[in-house]
């Protein structure tokens, strides 16, 4: 380590016993880390919960192995090192950043953990030459190994076919609530509300140019303020719709991106050619839009596309009428 440079060590600085405390606090950290996990989807994943419930204790068991064998090698007082303090350690992401996350991806980042923990192991058991830590380092990557054939057993354990297709259900649910019909919402608004000043603007002008302009100023004004009511009008807690960050996201570009789609054809200079092409792109929304609701929120495609297809051409021909005026 080069003073000044770096307060991390190396790991091939390390000792046997300060690897072997690195490993104690490992353990630890990534009970922790289960614990926070399955109280973060008790409430709409309980079977899920359970499983990582169960990992917390191995954990905890292999971590009260590594304390011994510990004990037995260099006594009762363990150093104090963490991840943190060594360069090119595996890092785990903070709870926070992970707790807004569908449990597929938690799920993943758990399959994860295990795997770096395992890979780096046993890469640095390959790299040494003392036989004592090359078997210490090996019988850790074992035991992360063996980490991922217990979560695979205790997720059969917990999870049959009716808690999966449960949580499946959840799942959806959330993510319909959380992206769905906040971009819906967005996307509906965005294609059609832009319609007016875009299509007015074309034909009173007759400039593709200046369209463009209007409809590109419209389509961002709209998705800056559809995207900020989204965020502020419910933070979740009591709806369950999810982070209003994320909400406010979806609605914020899916609004910007339903009037940008038919302002992008007056980047054309021909007049009726970019007209045509908006008319079509607009087209294409509307239907779009109707699929959405019918696939995700259930709505008959029919209804849907009347509603839709009907509230576009009133506000289509609204903007026609006062351009040609």
Do not use: C
Request: aromatic share 8%.
């Amino acid at each position: 380590m080069i003073p000044g440079l770096s307060q991390r060590r190396r790991f091939s600085d390390l000792s046997e016993q300060e690897v072997l405390a690195l490993a104690i606090s490992s353990e630890e950290d990534d009970a922790r880390i289960y614990r926070s996990y399955a109280e973060q989807l008790r409430a709409d994943y309980p079977d899920s919960a359970r499983i990582f419930e169960d990992m917390a204790r191995e954990e905890d068991g292999h971590r009260q192995r590594l304390i011994e064998k510990h004990r037995e090698r260099f006594g009762d007082v363990i150093p104090l090192i963490r991840r943190e303090h060594v360069s090119g350690y595996y890092a785990r992401r903070p709870v926070w950043l992970v707790q807004n996350l569908g449990i597929e991806r938690i799920r993943e980042e758990a399959e994860m953990m295990e795997r770096d923990a395992h890979h780096f192991y046993l890469k640095a058991a390959q790299k040494t030459q003392d036989a004592a830590t090359r078997k210490m380092l090996g019988d850790l990557a074992a035991a992360e190994a063996g980490h991922s054939a217990s979560a695979e057993r205790l997720t059969e354990r917990h999870l049959d076919d009716d808690s999966k297709e449960a949580e499946e259900r959840t799942a959806h649910r959330q993510f319909v609530l959380t992206w769905v019909q906040p971009g819906l919402a967005g996307l509906m608004d965005g294609s059609v509300s832009t319609l007016a000043p875009i299509f007015a603007t074309a034909f009173a002008t007759q400039d593709t140019w200046t369209t463009f302009l209007v409809g590109l100023a419209a389509s961002v004004g709209a998705g800056i303020s559809m995207g900020f009511t989204e965020a502020a009008s419910d933070d979740g807690e009591i709806s369950g719709r999810g982070s209003p960050v994320k909400r406010g996201i979806a609605s914020g570009v899916m609004t910007t991106l339903g009037g940008l789609g038919h302002a992008l054809p007056y980047l054309i200079p021909h007049f009726w050619t970019a007209t045509i092409i908006a008319m079509i792109v607009v087209f294409v929304e509307l239907w779009a839009i109707a699929w959405i609701q019918k696939k995700y929120m259930e709505t008959p495609f029919f209804r849907a596309a009347f509603q839709v297809v009907l509230g576009g051409a009133l506000v289509f021909g609204a903007g026609v009428l006062i351009g040609s005026a």
